[in-house]
């Protein structure tokens, strides 16, 4: 998870819709039942699990052991096929008739802290601390337990269920696992994400994902001495107009879009005329059109400031090349689409708020660009202090309800033998 600002939303009233009645039925069918109860009456389980899973360092790109320890763990759960992939996720299968979709159900092993991090656990006043526990160590825990459910219930999917523990979601892993998956995987119909839920008020649905592109810019030049070799195009003069350009972007306020020159380098001394510059840029948006035309603007803006450095010196000597370091594709569900229903509805009819949450960045947005419904739920309990090795946290209260409601979620998606016909299709 990359975005942390919180603000849920109550979704409008909902009418009584198609989606809300399958999930009534399909809650009250005995098997569902009962691996709901499994659920609630195993959560000091699902913690012990978050604790333990947590402890094993991973990661982004390092994410290995806590993968082998996961492949059991899939394994002890019952589920079949459960393999490590090209790319390092490891999968596992909850067969359903054969019939059906298979949906995905997603937690990313990586996290964003180095091998050496202390994981000890901490607790006080009801919160464990340590790094990763929420983000997503509690997810990966939560996953496991709804894969135990389906097998305690013996619940009878129409399509299979694909669990997917996956590598490269954090920072510069640029969602690598599930690119990989869905570059080989094309008969996913629906795909839900797991990672913590923000704050304590609930256990919202994201089904906006932020898109980012990011970019370094190299700008290079002649080089030459300040004085003997003034004259000659600097290339850090050269950033100079660029960054200038690239500030006058206008942007609408709505839909939002970002753009930020993070980090500029470059030059050697203080009377050398620089050869080398270059600059860092991340553009984000939720809105794919927009973050496209940005990006346009500011490889125009390098185009052009190359151009008056050039034309200023009366030379051709400053170039620059633009690579692409950083791409999590933009994407968002319509609040009415099939899967954002299905999500609020297996809240609503047990009982819960149907929540909303702003846009975050996630593994559902590579799903989300390819067209294919996607969205991603909390893992349960309340969280909070991610990515901060000092202050993360995560609570167990009233954990059990977001893994129920995405067990729900996910059947009525794949459906359940007579009783509901899958919803993704
Ligand atoms: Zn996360």
């Known amino acids: 998870m990359k975005h942390?600002?919180?603000?849920?939303?109550?979704?409008?009233?909902?009418?009584?819709?198609?989606?809300?009645?399958?999930?009534?039925?399909?809650?009250?069918?005995?098997?569902?039942?009962?691996?709901?109860?499994?659920?609630?009456?195993?959560e000091a389980t699902t913690t012990a699990n978050t604790l333990a899973i947590n402890a094993i360092p991973a990661p982004t790109f390092a994410e290995a052991a806590r993968a082998r320890d996961y492949a059991e763990r899939l394994k002890a759960a019952g589920l079949q096929d459960v393999r490590t992939d090209e790319a390092g996720n490891v999968l596992g299968t909850w067969r359903g008739s054969g019939k059906g979709p298979t949906v995905v159900l997603a937690a990313h092993l990586d996290t964003v802290y180095p091998?050496?991090?202390?994981?000890?656990?901490?607790?006080?006043?009801?919160?464990?601390?340590?790094?990763?526990?929420?983000?997503?160590?509690?997810?990966?825990?939560?996953?496991?337990?709804?894969a135990h459910a389906l097998r305690d219930a013996k619940v009878q999917t129409v399509g299979d269920v694909l669990f997917v523990a996956n590598v490269g979601e954090e920072g510069l892993g640029d969602l690598k696992g599930v690119k990989h998956l869905f570059s080989q995987r094309k008969d996913i119909k629906a795909f839900v994400g797991l990672?913590?839920?923000?704050?304590?008020?609930?256990?919202?649905?994201?089904?906006?994902?932020?898109?980012?592109?990011?970019?370094?810019?190299?700008?290079?030049?002649?080089?030459?001495?300040?004085?003997?070799?003034?004259?000659?195009?600097?290339a850090i003069h050269a950033a100079g107009r660029v960054i200038a350009r690239i500030d006058e972007i206008r942007v609408p306020a709505e839909p939002k879009v970002t753009f930020n020159v993070g980090v500029v380098q470059g030059g050697q001394s203080v009377n050398s005329i620089?050869?080398?510059?270059?600059?860092?840029?991340?553009?984000?948006?939720?809105?794919?059109?927009?973050?496209?035309?940005?990006?346009?603007?500011?490889?125009?803006?390098?185009?052009?400031?190359?151009?008056?450095?050039?034309?200023?010196?009366?030379?051709?000597?400053?170039?620059?090349?633009?690579?692409?370091?950083?791409?999590?594709?933009a994407g968002q569900?319509?609040?009415?689409?099939?899967?954002?229903?299905?999500?609020?509805?297996?809240?609503?009819?047990?009982?819960?708020?149907?929540?909303?949450?702003?846009?975050?960045?996630?593994?559902?947005?590579?799903?989300?660009?390819?067209?294919?419904?996607?969205?991603?739920?909390?893992?349960?309990?309340?969280?909070?202090?991610?990515?901060?090795?000092?202050?993360?946290?995560?609570?167990?209260?009233?954990?059990?309800?977001?893994?129920q409601n995405v067990l729900l979620t996910i059947l009525g998606l794949v459906g359940v033998r007579g009783v509901s016909a899958p919803l993704a299709r």
């Open 195 to 234: 990672e913590p839920a923000l704050g304590t008020g609930g256990d919202p649905v994201t089904y906006i994902g932020t898109g980012s592109r990011r970019f370094k810019v190299s700008i290079h030049g002649p080089g030459g001495h300040s004085y003997e070799g003034f004259g000659l195009p600097s």
């Open 333 to 403: 569900m319509s609040k009415d689409s099939m899967i954002v229903k299905t999500a609020l509805a297996a809240a609503t009819v047990q009982g819960r708020p149907a929540l909303l949450d702003s846009a975050h960045s996630t593994d559902a947005n590579l799903p989300m660009s390819l067209g294919i419904p996607a969205l991603t739920m909390s893992g349960g309990g309340s969280s909070g202090g991610y990515h901060s090795e000092k202050l993360e946290w995560w609570s167990p209260q009233n954990a059990h309800a977001a893994p």
């Open 115 to 146: 091998a050496t991090t202390d994981l000890t656990v901490h607790e006080k006043d009801g919160r464990y601390y340590a790094p990763g526990i929420a983000d997503n160590g509690r997810s990966l825990a939560a996953m496991l337990t709804i």
């Open 274 to 329: 620089s050869a080398e510059a270059s600059m860092l840029i991340d553009i984000r948006s939720a809105d794919a059109p927009l973050l496209a035309k940005v990006e346009q603007q500011i490889k125009d803006a390098v185009q052009q400031g190359v151009a008056d450095t050039n034309q200023r010196w009366n030379s051709s000597a400053i170039t620059a090349d633009v690579a692409l370091i950083g791409d999590r594709p």
């Open 4 to 42: 942390l600002l919180l603000s849920l939303a109550i979704a409008a009233a909902l009418p009584a819709h198609a989606q809300q009645q399958e999930l009534a039925r399909i809650a009250a069918q005995p098997a569902v039942k009962q691996a709901l109860a499994y659920i609630e009456k195993n």
